[in-house]
């Protein structure tokens, strides 16, 4: 994980926010911000995306991925397919490996309200790449190319793709494979800069994004350990990535991309959040996972809760009890008392920086 950077510290490189600083083109679609939360599958639920987008106005948000052939053979258009009339940017991410059920799942997400579609060919879990999809597709370039090219037949809107390096460390081919999406028509690729066997182990190789961001003309977004505004600028300057897209970094800190975007823009890094800002923003995602999905939420938003009480006096005791609670009611006044607490008797500058873990 990247050290923590502190408030006030400047980038690293000051030719960078200035190229950052210009809006990003894919396709038809023109971005004001360069900074991009990703899709997780299980975290980035609409409740989840208004947070991210109360910090975030420009950036662009992505949804869970979504099975395309439960689409098709589904009934009703499924909750983690729901996006707000005034969230765009949002991008709807498909997988599957069928390109007439995708085609079809595609139409269904710009119906949604999609800005972009994208296809998720990285996703490592077994139940996926069994079926095909996932980072299988990267072991079938020629099927990938056929994906793309019948999704973007389909649909009026940009078409992108989230990959990895390659299937394995012998098998590494991200260069002719994303040079083969770019060919079919995608109008971004991402780059998780390691391969399906590493799954989240080891460090985000990131020169090898800087070799796709050399061969290809569409925009290329960095994705992997990206835990704070400084590796953000950090990964750009090192692979002249277009954007960068935050990912686990997100979990428990939807600010995280505000403070990336904030950076790019300014050089300035913003005073991150304090505890009690932190338990506020838990409290409105405990509250609105609740109303939007009920029991369910409630489940849910167990793990979400104990990501945010992190790096604060009484966190880890708080935690064991996040992780149990059984109703909205105790979960809300479990995060009231621990921001009396705070108040009481944690020192009013102490502040949390992002991935700071106690
Ligand atoms: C819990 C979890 C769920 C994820 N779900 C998705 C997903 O639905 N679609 C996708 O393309 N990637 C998914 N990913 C991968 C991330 O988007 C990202 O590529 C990866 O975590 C690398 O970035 P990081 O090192 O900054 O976390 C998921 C990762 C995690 C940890």
Redesign the pocket.
């Known amino acids: 994980m990247t050290p923590n950077c502190t408030a006030g510290e400047t980038s690293p490189d000051p030719n960078l926010p200035e190229r950052l600083q210009t809006p990003l083109r894919v396709g038809s679609v023109v971005l004001k911000s360069r900074v991009f939360q ?7 639920d609409l409740v989840f995306r208004r947070l991210v987008r109360r910090y975030a106005p420009d950036s662009m948000l ?1 949804t ?2 979504v099975n395309a052939t439960g689409l098709h053979y589904g009934a009703q258009v499924p909750k983690i397919m729901e996006v707000d009339p005034q969230e765009s940017p949002v991008s709807i ?1 498909l ?1 599957d490996c069928r390109p007439d059920f995708l085609a079809e799942a595609a139409r269904l997400a710009v119906a949604q309200g999609a800005s972009t579609v ?1 296809i ?1 060919m ?2 490592p879990v077994n139940k996926i790449t069994r079926n095909g999809g996932g980072s299988s597709l990267l072991r079938q370039p020629e099927l990938a190319g056929e994906i793309v090219a019948r999704v973007v037949a389909a649909v009026n809107v940009p078409v992108t793709v ?1 990959t990895r390096l390659g299937w394995s460390d012998q098998e590494i081919n991200i260069l002719e494979f994303a040079r083969r999406m770019e060919e079919a028509g995608a109008a971004m690729i991402t780059v ?1 800069g ?1 391969t399906r066997a590493q799954g ?1 182990h080891g460090p ?1 190789r990131w020169e090898w994004i800087k070799k796709v961001k050399e061969v290809l003309k569409i925009p290329v977004i960095a ?5 704070s505004a400084t590796a953000a600028v950090k990964c750009l300057a090192e692979t002249g990535a277009d954007g960068v ?5 997100t ?1 428990g800190y939807p600010f995280l991309v505000a403070e990336v975007d904030h950076f790019l823009k300014t050089g300035e890094l913003p005073a991150p959040p304090t505890p009690r800002q932190r338990l506020e923003c838990a409290r409105d995602h405990l509250q609105g996972l609740w109303e939007y999905k009920g029991e369910r939420g409630l489940r849910q938003a167990r793990k979400h809760l104990t990501w945010y009480a992190r790096g604060f006096p009484g966190a880890a005791p708080l935690r064991g009890q996040l992780c149990l609670v059984s109703s909205l009611q105790e979960g809300l006044d479990l995060l009231d008392r621990a921001m009396d607490y705070l108040e009481e008797f944690a020192p009013r500058e102490f502040r949390v920086n992002p991935g700071m873990v106690d």
Do not use: W
Not at 38 to 44: A, E, K, M, N, R
């Open positions: 990703s899709p997780l599958s299980g975290v980035t992505y869970e991925m991410q997988f994208d998720n990285g996703c989230k998780h390691r989240y985000a994705n992997g350990d990206i835990f897209m935050c990912s686990r970094g979990m």
